[in-house]
């Protein structure tokens, strides 16, 4: 007869199982610190040499605590870019900061390569955070780069202006963003919105999705809705 009970597990087989069971614990909780620590070290680089000399948070702490005081400042950049961005939103909002603001371009405007570059970069600021219309808020399954292999997309808009008249059948066509792992780089394709297989899949979930190259799928829905539950 064989023996029923179960072999005993080695102190370092224990060992490894605690140690790999920490690490799925604190490596997403550390790795979040440190991009969001890094984010904002990145945006106080930018910010704080800009800021003049009498007022930077260094120069302040030292005439409020003494020459020697010295505090972590780390943030202050960060504050100050949300600040500083909230003011412009709301003088240009005006009529003043709107004449100020034409007659800005209206300068820019004039200078070739300058120009390129804030058009380009105001159109896809305007795409993604002024415009009333959506995007990127679908996801779909499309054949690609060819028939019988499918990739994950989101959906952007309609095609457009001269594109959408030259396309065949561009009316009934979609813009399709397909990413590479790890999304880095990318194809946005033009296909046939009946070819198109629409996913409850949310731009988030195939984002996780793509960049891990497929192995994070995101947890059905009937189970997320019985968690939510409890």
């Known amino acids: ?15 490894r199982s605690s140690f790999l069971t920490g690490l799925v614990v604190v490596l997403p909780v550390g ?12 945006i106080d680089g930018w910010i704080l040499p800009l800021i ?9 702490i030292r005439r409020l605590f003494g ?43 004039r200078v070739p390569l300058v120009r390129s570059v804030y058009s ?10 002024t415009k009333s219309e959506k995007s990127f808020d679908r996801t779909c399954l499309i054949e690609f780069p060819r028939p019988g292999y499918w990739a994950v997309g ?10 959408a008249a030259k396309l065949p059948q561009g009316e ?12 880095t780089s990318g194809f946005l394709v033009f296909v046939l919105e009946d070819e198109v297989i629409m996913l409850d899949l949310k731009p988030d979930e195939a984002v996780k999705l793509i960049v891990s190259a497929g192995l994070v799928y995101p947890a059905p829905r009937e189970q997320m809705q019985a968690i939510g539950a409890k």
Do not use: C, H, N
């Not at 003049?52 to 302040?60: L, N």
């Open 172 to 183: 009934g066509r979609v813009a399709v963003f397909v990413g590479l792992t790890p999304l």
């Open 67 to 109: 020459p020697d005081a010295s505090f972590p400042v780390r943030g202050v950049g960060v504050l100050v870019f949300l600040v500083f961005t909230a003011l412009i939103g709301w003088l240009t909002r005006g009529l003043i900061g709107r004449s100020i603001m034409r007659q800005a371009e209206g300068l820019v405007d």
């Open 31 to 42: 790795l979040t610190i440190y991009v969001v620590w890094a984010l904002i070290g990145w």
């Open 154 to 163: 989101m959906v952007a808009t309609k095609p457009k202006g001269e594109i």
């Open 120 to 129: 380009g970069v105001k159109q896809i600021t305007e795409t993604f955070f």
């Open 1 to 15: 007869m064989t023996d029923p009970t179960p072999p005993r597990r080695s102190l370092l087989g224990a060992l």
């Open 52 to 60: 003049p000399g009498p007022w930077k948070p260094e120069a302040i």
